[in-house]
């Protein structure tokens, strides 16, 4: 027996999923009696908030970064969105980004600042380097490294600690993940997009159903995505509690991947691709749990309260706390309707927003801005609804002006602004005022988030963009509806 | 890290699920560069509300926090520790915490006890009829012990070791250095580096 049909026999004997391969491929050391195992970390994407004690800790031990080849840093939580060539006028956020330009230089770690093409929200520049790849194991300090998943890497977020250790180690002492299926079968109707596909999950996992699980998101209506819309997804698997979310790789990644500037190329794109193909989850392998969506009866989603398991299809009413048999998610609920401001009942479709924020590591990729000016391009947005439109990294800013979108933007009366998370999280001064409502392509819309006293509605950016035009939350479907679609 | 056996102090219950490390402490804050001096920032929202638990006498000076569940959920910020081990926190009760937070409080020497919900219910009624009471949690035997109620309590053994022992991760990792230099030696070519930089070909995307 030659060594490949050994290799066959082994294949059918232990079916594996697509996570327990790429865990097994990076095992350093196996754990014993209940200690971790120890896994090698392919990609270290750093950024300015959660790092500069972690580099304080390598000096303090006199610790060198071990592998400055394997990481790469960029500015995005702090950094303004408008003029971006003048000094950061908030004083602490111009010392985090001081601190990670002198950190960066001093431990040899290649960096892309505020105003370099390279320079966006890390999760969106990974990818569009290339260097988020199959098969990888990818870590950042911030939780929605989960996005990189959409490319079968396995991705997560880490908290300073664990950056300090990655930076010194190159790995991670870690307990294995269980794995949970989420099949989404069928095709979605014009007008629904990924982004319903994980708030319908998150709504039915609920925000701590995915603990101490790996996701794989699997079924015809995953396949048939883009990677921009398969990023989305993988992006909040952490929003149902999962650290990671993963997508087996097919001709939809590589061909992404393809000629980008960190893709192997040559021959190494070749042997990359043979490889690539293993790491689908192999026939009769076993999840611990699954989960099923209908992907043909979804509906433009959004969420009413104050915790992204908190939404409902946008047809619905605001649901009644008194209908809900679990007591903590009843007190919750009740406590999410009085910090939003809304009454049971109240068909969401009345609710009247005062912004709009298209943007964050969840949709701001080229294809999210192109999907939000499909609805928007010659029309002009309801009166007293602020807009705001903020690509995902300087390089989709330039791609979307070559394209004409930023003048689609800017005609609806839309503001068009630099790279970054902006109002996602509200560090820099994209913030709501207290009471102001935002329908939001982002991923939390938890208290306050989005600036103090803010109530966020997550949306797809197709929502997103129905409801700047009719200032009230609204899908596409609502415009066909009035003729308002061509 | 100091080591970790019993931590005996006032307790003060947290009655809310859900408990995002954004409301533990928001984004605004995290702009910091230094790993101390947070806990102004803790839960610094609700605290402007006098009657939040937090700011009421009887639990001045709690060590440990007990709180609904799913505590710790959303962003992997550490600042939600660092603010908590500030405030004076030696210990978090909850009967579901989130991954991340999870992680992030063993290495900051913060007991993340996961404790049964009903046993989280009883904890509640005897620290808010009694408050003031010394609560005890001692990590050896896993154990929550109020008057005379005693739960156990659940914390990982790997964790619960090194908050014994006060061990620093990075230090027992770099124990096995050799076999990461072995794995390093064998990482295929094509697998990515980010140095040094490459463009994008022409063919390619922008």
Known sequence: MNAASTNTVETIEHPRTLAEKVWNAHLVAEGEDGTPDLIYIDLHLVHEVTSPQAFDGLRLAGRPVRRPDLTIATEDHNTPTLDIDKPIADLTSRTQIETLRRNAAEFGIRLHSLGDKEQGIVHVVGPQLGLTQPGITVVCGDSHTSTHGAFG?????????????????????????????????????????????????????????????????????????????????????????????????????????????????????????????????????????????????????????????????????????????????????????????????????????????????????????????????????????????????????????????????????????????????????????????????????????????????????????????????????????????? | MEKITTVTGTAAPLRRSNVDTDQIIPAVFLKRVTKTGFDDALFYAWRQDPEFVLNRPEYQGAKVLIAGPDFGTGSSREHAVWALRDFGFDVVISSRFGDIFRGNSGKQGLVAAQVAYEDVERLWAVVEAEPGIAVTVDLVERTVTVGSLRVPFDIDDYTRWRL??????????????????????????????????????ESGSL
């Open chain 1, 153 to 486: 890497a396995m991705a997560f977020g880490i908290g300073t600690s664990e950056v300090e250790h990655v930076l010194a180690t190159q790995t991670l002492p870690l307990k294995a993940f269980k794995t949970m299926a989420i099949n989404v079968e069928g095709a979605l109707r014009p007008g629904v997009t990924a982004k319903d596909i994980i708030l319908a999950v998150i709504a039915k996992i609920g925000t701590g159903g995915g603990q101490g699980y790996v996701l794989e998101y699997r079924g015809s209506a995953i396949r048939a995505l883009s990677m921009d819309g398969r990023m989305t997804i993988c992006n909040m698997s952490i929003e149902a509690g999962a650290r990671a979310g993963m997508v087996a790789p097919d001709a939809t990644t590589y061909a992404y991947l393809k000629g980008r500037a960190h893709a192997p190329a040559g021959a190494d794109w070749d042997a990359a691709v043979e490889y690539w193909e293993t790491l689908a989850t192999d026939e009769g392998a076993q999840f611990d749990a699954e989960v099923f969506i209908d992907a043909d009866t979804l509906e433009p989603f959004v969420t009413w309260g104050t915790n992204p398991g908190q939404g409902v299809s946008l047809s619905e009413t605001v649901p009644d706390p008194a209908t809900i048999a679990d007591q903590h998610e009843r007190a919750a609920a009740e406590r999410a309707l009085e910090y939003m401001a809304l009454e049971p009942g109240t068909p969401l479709k009345d609710v009247k927003v005062d912004a709009v924020f298209m943007g964050s590591c969840t949709n701001s990729r080229i294809e999210d801005l192109r999907a939000f000016a499909s609805i928007v391009k010659g029309k002009r947005k309801a009166d007293g609804v602020r807009v705001m439109v903020v690509p995902g990294s300087a390089r989709v800013r330039l791609e979307a002006e070559a394209e004409g979108l930023d003048k689609v933007f800017t005609d609806f009366g839309a503001e068009w602004r630099f790279a970054g998370c902006s109002m996602c999280l509200g560090m820099n001064p994209d913030q709501l005022a207290p009471g102001e409502r935002c329908a939001s392509t982002s991923n939390r819309n938890f208290e306050g988030r989005q600036g103090k006293g803010g109530r966020t509605h997550l949306v797809s950016p197709l929502v997103a963009a129905a409801t700047a035009i009719r200032g009230t939350l609204s899908s596409p479907w609502d415009l066909q509806t009035e003729g308002e679609v061509h």
């Open chain 2, 164 to 201: 014994l022992e006060g061990l620093d991760d990075i230090g027992l990792t770099l124990r096995d250095e050799a076999a990461i230099t072995e794995f390093e030696s064998h990482r295929e070519a094509w697998r990515p580096t980010t140095l040094p930089i490459r463009e994008p070909a």
